[in-house]
């Protein structure tokens, strides 16, 4: 238990769905992020958000869209995805971004796009 | 660019010592982090080192040299429950973590 949770574990979808992934942390942290892990390749930062302000978006598609309502939950919504978007999407936080903070991981959702 | 590099995968023996190395390339240096990721779980802390030298907790221990860019992670004592990736990740001059691919690490009995 690391204190981040994400929801759902695995998620299926067609490329014409649009569904959300949910993030919730309890460590009253100000800063959240949304990570992409491909097998074999180096985690893959999508968004930050610190104290609820979206700080960084680094050139990812517009298909994916975040939301960050409070500094307990973040979202990653969903809409018209390709097959290579299939991959372990991984929720963080940590107390504040822009220092060597510790980051602490969700579990992530398993994300298949058919 | 910046770049991390460490092998894809090792194997060991239950029982024994392996060292994981990693390299680096990056726009400054804020820290260097190892991180645990069983399959199917979260990426879990291991260590921290903004300093060089050696860093120990316990079976596991981690080394930086920042003149050479360069660390591992020694993990003593081997059990079957270390098997698992092993990540690792550097903070750059603008607190971005710059992650490596991870090693496989397989524990063999």
């Known amino acids: 238990e690391t204190g981040v949770t994400q929801t759902p574990r695995h998620l299926v979808m067609g490329m014409t769905n649009k569904k959300s992934l949910k993030c919730e942390q309890h460590l009253g942290h100000n800063a959240m992020y949304w990570y992409k892990q491909s097998a074999k390749k180096p985690l893959e930062l999508m968004f930050v958000y610190s104290l609820e302000e979206r700080v960084e978006n680094n050139s990812v598609p517009s298909r994916f869209s975040p939301e960050c309502p409070n500094s307990s939950h973040l979202f990653l919504h969903l809409h018209t995805l390709q097959p290579e978007d299939s991959a372990l999407y991984l929720c963080?936080?940590?107390?504040?971004?822009?220092?060597?903070?510790?980051?602490?991981f969700g579990e992530g959702s398993w994300l298949t796009v058919v | 660019g910046q770049n991390i590099d460490q092998p894809t995968e090792m194997t060991a023996t239950e029982g024994a010592i392996v060292q994981i190395n990693c390299t680096y390339q990056t726009s400054g240096f804020n820290g260097l982090f190892w991180y645990q990721q069983h399959a199917g779980e979260a990426p879990t802390f291991l260590s921290y080192?903004?300093l060089d030298g050696l860093e120990e907790k316990g079976r596991f221990s981690s080394f930086l040299s920042r003149s050479k860019g360069y660390s591992y992670l020694l993990l003593k004592e081997l059990q079957m429950k270390d098997s698992a990736s092993y990540l690792c990740?550097?903070?750059?001059?603008?607190?971005?973590?710059?992650w490596g691919a991870g090693t496989k690490l397989i524990i063999k009995p």
């Open positions: 990740a550097v903070m750059d001059s603008n607190y971005q973590l710059i």
């Open positions: 080192n903004v």
């Open positions: 963080a936080s940590s107390q504040d971004h822009g220092e060597p903070n510790t980051i602490y």
